[in-house]
């Protein structure tokens, strides 16, 4: 046998009375009875509380108060004894009211379309003896149950039931089973990882005392590096100092700041984080290398693959329209973001754009092992290096997975999660397919499509990408079951506020390992990675894999 259904399955008791006369109950009664232990009720007038609650099919719904200690009638009132004096109490009246308020819950909810059926109530005196010719005239000796009678509780509470005074049915089974459901409430919050997720979110986002300081220090320096492994909290850093310099502080003027970045989707999230910023006090320019470009007057741009124009004949094309910007359309101070992507000759046009190229602000903010383009840039001006060495960005079991990526070691802080999940794929077989299941286990789960990135490496970009178009389709309709970003490892950045990630990995250049750090260590609180485990153990070296539990 199972038992009655208990509810709760463990309960908290005020009283230990309580405690003892429900252990009684539940060794006395039949598995198809339901005891509700501590119901609350409320109405627009008070709050009530039923001790416990008895749903015995056939019979009828009981509620009991339960008194514990010395209870005795006196004069005509019920008697207390306690540490504090002699209480008046009145436990028929509670029993009662308790009963009419659970029986107006359960009519007036919609669910309940049975009609009235039997309601009844009782006092249980746990500690006292009660008469076998008792009577009052609201108590019925029936309707007392005293502590020589509890040993019996469960036949007396159903004999009782049985004197159905008020003419309505015995309730059925469906009804006990519905009057139990209803009494649990309706259309109660879920367990919601999206919610859990952006708490998480909001305190990343908070600077860390360590942030702070570093914050204060670069106030005082004109020409700072940055650094810090991923997940350091660099990007929310430069964003805040973004803020800071543009707003002004500390008795500092505001100043003329330009945010850039090589990415076009950190650019994006720059520019949405900034968008409710009043216009006087946001940056004058954030974007991407090619925007500042634009900025300065250039117009034609040479494709993606002309590495001789990105690198050579467009740097000196802005140096040389720098040079003539008058100084209104200069920036006091620019910040730079992923600097490891910029090349040695865009720094210049980056100093040309200053207002004051010897003591202007430069502000660097780079992670060697997060290079994606092989550039190895560095700024032609000294600058005094700060390191970041705290992961705030990431779970405790995702920073533990891709630590073994990280050019340093770094303090995780960014809280509990649940454990980062591989999935393997054989040799031969497509990743993609792997991580579209994946995909849909996370939407399954309760995460929004645009709280899921998925991310390919190597050739998988343009079947990725592809797929992910031929599920949206035109004018993606709310409720799509598609992730909101999806392409390549080193796109991954400017996806942060996906909250879950699936990678799916196929062979990948040079960069491969840097790119698995790219993605892995974003800010998300729960990650899948798919894959051939031989190709993520030469991707993400033996660490990587043994955490994984890959072999």
Known sequence: ?????????????????????????????????????????????????????????????????????????????????????????????????????????????????????????????ASSAVAQDFSLPDLPRRLVHGRDDID????????????????????????????????????????????????RDESTTRLTAEQAMLLKVTRLLNRVEVRGGAGSGKTMLALTQARVLARGADGRPRQRVALLCNSIGLASYFKRELAGERYNRRPALVGTFEELAAHLGVTEFGTRQDT???????????????????????????????????????????????????????????????????RFGRPPVQLVPLVLDHNLRNTQQIADVFSPLAPMRMRAMGGDGPEVTFVPTPAGEDPVDAADSCVDELLDEGWRPEDVARRASGTRCRSTCRRAKGRRGTGTPSGTRSPSSTGTFSGARGSSGARSCCASTTPAPTTGRRRSSTSGCRGRPTGSVVGNPELITAMGGPDVARRLRIG
């Open 1 to 125: 046998m199972t038992g009655p259904t208990l509810l709760p399955p463990d309960p908290n008791f005020a009283h230990a009375s309580e405690e003892t006369v429900w252990r009684a109950l539940v060794d006395q009664v039949p598995e198809h009875w339901t005891i509700i232990a501590g119901q609350h009720l409320a109405d627009g007038e008070r709050e009530y509380e039923i001790d416990l609650l008895v749903l015995i099919p056939d019979h009828a719904i009981v509620s009991l108060e339960v008194k514990g200690g010395s209870v005795w009638v006196e004069d005509g009132q019920w008697r207390q004894a306690s540490r504090e004096g002699d209480l008046v109490i009145d436990p028929v009246r509670q029993a009662e009211v308790g009963k009419y308020a659970a029986r107006r819950y359960v009519e007036g909810d919609p669910r309940w379309s049975r009609g009235r059926v039997h309601w009844s109530q009782g006092v249980v005196l």
């Open 152 to 199: 019996a509780l469960a036949g007396r509470l159903a004999d009782a039931a049985r004197a159905n005074v008020d003419g309505h049915r015995a309730p059925t089974q469906e009804d006990c089973d519905l009057v139990a459901e209803i009494l649990r409430g309706r259309a109660l919050p879920l367990r919601d990882v999206v919610a859990m997720a952006a708490e």
């Open 308 to 374: 001789d124009f990105w690198e050579v004949e467009l740097p000196r094309r802005m140096g040389e329209l720098a040079a003539e910007l008058p100084d209104g359309k200069k920036f006091d101070a620019i910040i730079v973001d992923e600097a490891q992507d910029f090349a040695d000759s865009w720094w210049v046009p980056l100093l040309r754009s200053l207002v004051d190229e010897e003591t202007g602000g430069l502000h660097v903010y780079s992670d060697e092992n997060q290079r994606v383009f092989p």
